[in-house]
């Protein structure tokens, strides 16, 4: 089992930046995969970014060249910089890891950007 911890959310203005924090309980150099998604209200929760074990990262269409993902596996924590943010960036941010076929989120943070 991993728990999640996510940090970092609050309240922006348009163009702004903000960093979230994913500290899982166990060392991530073990885990599948490593992702954010977000849910904004009356949407479905959809995939931001995602890393692999291997390092191989991916973005949704919206966030790429906004948003990059990270991870320091000596602190088993990964990390979304995300930046040139805009209103339809508001969401409640998770972070999710896949084991194997188990998957496993976090309590997920608040990002609000005003225009």
């Known amino acids: 089992q991993v728990q999640l911890v996510e940090s970092g959310g609050g309240l922006v203005q348009a163009g702004g930046s903000l960093r979230l924090s994913c500290t899982a309980s166990?060392?991530?150099?073990?885990?599948?995969?490593m992702a954010w998604y977000r849910q904004a209200p009356g949407k479905q929760r959809e995939l931001v970014a995602a890393v692999t074990s291997g390092g191989r990262t991916n973005y949704a269409d919206s966030v790429k060249g906004r948003f990059t993902l990270s991870r320091d596996n000596a602190k088993n924590t990964v990390y979304l910089q995300m930046n040139s943010l805009k209103p339809e960036d508001s969401a409640v941010y998770y972070c999710k890891a896949n084991l194997w076929s188990a998957g496993y989120w976090g309590q997920g943070t608040q990002v609000t950007v005003s225009s």
């Open positions: 166990k060392s991530i150099d073990s885990i599948n995969v």
